[in-house]
């Protein structure tokens, strides 16, 4: 298909210089339409012909599949035991066993929270797309098979189902937009898109060239409408979505006679890159990846465009050399060697997975600044915790003790960063410590959080509800236990007062700038559990960064060899943005004064500066939570102000 070449572009683009072209991730989308098209027009014709067989089209895809992506799999795997710590290299051991599986979105599904390493540090992100492909491969063709015999009109359900697919899309997206972009229930519509449109080709053929002049000159009006208006901050896949796969079926529609692909992408170099737009999509990113790993998040223009250019080389050789072949070998289509050939990439997933699971298989590189490694995984509660402290927030951790819990810990990430540190500390006086809350939410009494970007307009139910329904379950729970004596309470305050997330707080239904409700339902929160009898702290938010933590670590593979030093921040522009924060903190502190604060600037910070790493060892896991040394770096009291 000609506009491949466009969606590989757009998203080789986006990758490299995101500023470049903001709606450059489009060009997924747009090769789920291409993709949906191109396979079902196959499925619709060997069923009214031949007749449909499932053995020979997976055949068929094992041998498009496979090759290019076993190739770059391994070669990913040996680079990252070059150029990785061993804390990275058992996840990039993850992550190659996911790709090799086809389930890639369904792990980084399960990754996603606070605490996961940005994706640009992962040289195999870009393989859940691949992977909703495939199960689209798995799911589509046995329902044609099966209408195909039972001679029912295959349009109408193929319609039906991205109705349904985009409704899921549509409704969830707001609400859970991690979901949303990575299952294939709510991304599924943008292949069937691509159905619908084979099965009315199948049916009224090609379109006229007026026609498909028209259809062409659409097409580039959706695209340039889609780059315009969508970017890393629209609500995606939503509805805003529709204009790059729309765009990608009238393109398709318009066929070879449209006025734009026959001048623009049936161009000799347009083509040329349509043609190696698979080993394409699957180099760069790697490519690009550990580039980042290697210049510490901070490569420069120079370095990416080189990284492209190896990118585009790489694939060259895949297609001519690895990928063409296998295809068009007649010694490969019998079964036992299409096995063969099926065989390594199964292969290659389990000895990855075997080898994270058992540790066989580490780095080649030493462990440098293990702190920077050792992050905080995102909170899984578990059943005895839940069962123990029944509320309903999204977090329920004690620090792994057997000694009772007279300590809650409750609030957001920021909150849990602290548990490892303040948990260690109590456990050593024979107390056990639970962190309680949820994600996002101050553990403040009746402050509701309303976010936008994300969550939809202001006045949505969700983010409103979640909040306030989980914080003030944790405080009810709270309130009348006796066993818990001590309570700390920690939260993003910063960022959202310095104006840094778009959103609108109110307090229990009523607007009120957000400093002046934070300040309100911090104190009625404290003077609330002082009143109840606990013993109650506040530790201050850290300092946030400007900069990504890893610009301190020295890579074992480096291209420059540079690092950030020193590794901190500016204490001046610390305190500017921590300013409106700060003032609520010492607003409480003055109006409640049985309210005790733990304040780990004292600490972190001097005249000039706030350190992310202090005597060698690096305390910050990302540019505003703690590594797990970082929060082992504290003991509670010892900052108390």
Known sequence: ???????????VVFHASPRLLPAGFIGVDIFFVISGFLISGILFREAATTGLQLGDFYVR??????????????????????????????????????????????????????FDAPTRFKPLVHLWSLAIEEQFYLFWPPVVLLWSRKRWPILPLAATLVIASFAANAWLVRT??????????????????????????????????????????????LLAAGIGVISERSVFPGFVALLPTLAAAAFIAAGPDGVFNRYVLASRPMVGIGLISYPL????????????????????????????GIAFALATATYWLVERPIRHSLSLRTPWRVAALASSIVIIGLAMGAARQTGALTSSAPNLLVGFYSRIEEPIPTPDCLARFPTKGQYCSEYPSRRPVTTALIGDSHAGHFLDGVGAHLAAQGEGTVHLGHSGCPPLQDLMRIADNRLGEAGSAGPVDTCR???????????????????????????????????????????????ESVRLALERTAQRLLTSGKEVWLIVQVPELSFHPAECVKRPFSVSGTIRTPCAVPRAAA???????????????????GLK?????????????????????????????LSREGSMFFEIGRAHV
């Open 1 to 11: 298909m000609l506009f491949r070449s466009v969606a590989v572009l757009a998203v």
């Open 61 to 114: 895809r094992i041998r498009r599949i496979v090759p290019a992506l076993t190739l770059v799999l391994l070669a990913v795997a040996a680079f990252g035991w070059l150029a990785l710590t061993n804390y990275d290299y058992r996840e990039l051991q993850k992550h190659v066993a996911a790709g090799a599986a086809f389930v890639s979105n369904i792990v980084l599904w399960g990754e996603a929270g606070y």
């Open 281 to 308: 999509y699957l180099w760069h990113w790697p490519l690009l990846s550990f580039l980042q790993i290697a210049e510490a998040g901070a490569p420069t223009n120079t370095q990416k465009a080189i990284a492209v």
């Open 469 to 515: 329904e989980a914080d003030n379950s944790v405080l009810d729970f709270l309130e009348q236990n006796a066993a818990i004596t001590r309570v700390i309470l920690s939260f993003n305050g910063a960022r959202p007062l310095a104006g840094g997330d778009q959103q609108t707080t109110m307090l229990a239904g009523t607007f009120l700038p957000p400093d």
């Open 597 to 625: 604060i733990f304040d780990p600037w004292t600490i972190l910070c001097d005249a000039e500066w706030c350190h992310a790493m202090i005597d060698h060892e690096l305390l910050y896991a990302d540019d505003n939570h």
């Open 176 to 221: 859970d937009p991690v979901s949303t972009f990575y299952l294939p229930l709510t991304r599924m519509w943008e292949l069937l898109l691509g159905a619908v449109l084979a099965a009315v080709v199948e049916r009224t053929g090609m379109a006229s060239e007026t026609r498909a002049h028209g259809l062409s000159l659409a097409g580039l009006a």
């Open 575 to 593: 305190d500017a943005r921590h300013a409106t924060y700060r003032r609520v903190v010492e607003s409480v502190r003055a109006d409640v004064p």
